[in-house]
T-cell receptor, first 113, second 115 residues
Framework: GENVEQHPSTLSVQEGDSAVIKCTYS??????FPWYKQELGKRPQLIID?????GEKKDQRIAVTLNKTAKHFSLHITETQPEDSAVYFC????????????FGQGTILTVHP | DVKVTQSSRYLVKRTGEKVFLECVQD?????MFWYRQDPGLGLRLIYF???????EKGDIPEGYSVSREKKERFSLILESASTNQTSMYLC??????????????FGPGTRLTVT
């Protein structure tokens, strides 16, 4: 099955700085790479995703890059704000045809004002 | 707007009890999932279902079973609760198109404590 490794486990930045979270995956058949944000006490919610036919996708201050050769993908947050503080999870489906996702271990991002 | 609801936000059970966690989604999604969330371990898949009465084991199915009698409802059953099953349980649902995973929508979670 798919194995997803996520780093770092914790990340602390000053407001206005950039933050980068990286994930590697094992199954070359994976073709969909979502990122979820979970605020304290809330449910995880999708913030951005990328499919394997593109190398980068942006949505305002967040972007995801994908390197299929190296089997890794990254979340980039620019001009961080305190409300970006949350746990972020990456995921990949592996070769399954049922929409199952394997999640990374999570990154606790803290943005200091 | 997709809504996924779970029967309880907090639950306290005794060791050996049979525990039922219920999840309902209102968007006619084919797929439903049960995850367990523990600090530092991310979201680990317990079971998932891709159709009524169809189920598959996830990564950590031991000690759990599931039931999906109706498309909108997916139940997680702890046959004999143990203290190591104390955790946050999250349900999710998604569309499924052959070969194309889609966004998973999560419920609010059930914090289960087994004493």
């Amino acid at each position: 099955g798919e194995n997803v490794e996520q780093h770092p486990s914790t990340l602390s930045v000053q407001e206005g700085d950039s933050a980068v979270i990286k994930c590697t995956y094992s199954d070359s058949a994976s073709n969909y790479f979502p990122w979820y944000k979970q605020e304290l006490g809330k449910r995880p919610q999708l913030i951005i995703d990328i499919r394997s036919n593109v190398g980068e996708k942006k949505d305002q201050r967040i972007a995801v890059t994908l390197n299929k050769t190296a089997k890794h993908f990254s979340l980039h947050i620019t001009e961080t704000q305190p409300e970006d503080s949350a746990v972020y999870f990456c995921a990949a489906p592996g070769g399954t045809s049922y929409g199952k996702l394997t999640f990374g271990q999570g990154t606790i991002l803290t943005v200091h004002p | 707007d997709v809504k996924v609801t779970q029967s309880s936000r907090y639950l306290v059970k005794r060791t050996g009890e049979k525990v039922f966690l219920e999840c309902v989604q209102d968007m006619d999604h084919e797929n439903m999932f049960w995850y367990r969330q523990d600090p530092g371990l991310g979201l680990r898949l317990i079971y998932f279902s891709y159709d009524v009465k169809m189920k598959e084991k996830g990564d950590i199915p031991e000690g759990y079973s599931v039931s999906r009698e109706k498309k909108e409802r997916f139940s997680l059953i702890l046959e004999s609760a143990s203290t190591n099953q104390t955790s946050m349980y999250l349900c999710a649902s998604s569309l499924w198109d052959r070969g194309n995973p889609y966004e998973q929508y999560f419920g609010p979670g059930t914090r289960l404590t087994v004493t």
